[in-house]
């Protein structure tokens, strides 16, 4: 299991810089998601800054959400 989530942050475009419960910060570009449609809603930039922490991962308005082990092992150390 994968370190958990403890802060985000939305970067445009489509990116998340994520903070781990490890103290290690990554870049999370999820603009190859949009061609799905249950991601389809952040695609409005705006609905995107509402990316919040919890449970250990980002969500949106507790509809939308990614694994955290796909933010992790995907995510970009900064």
């Known amino acids: ?34 061609q ?8 409005d930039e705006i609905y995107c800054r509402k990316a919040k922490v919890l449970n250990g991962t980002v969500v949106w308005d507790d509809s939308i959400d990614f694994d955290p082990d796909t933010l992790y092992l995907d995510g970009k150390v900064v």
């Open 1 to 34: 299991m994968n370190p958990r989530i403890t802060n985000v942050l939305y970067e445009t475009p489509y990116k998340l810089l994520l903070t781990f419960a490890n103290k290690e910060v990554k870049e999370f570009d999820f603009s190859s998601y949009l």
């Open 36 to 43: 799905y449609p249950v991601y389809s809603p952040l695609k």
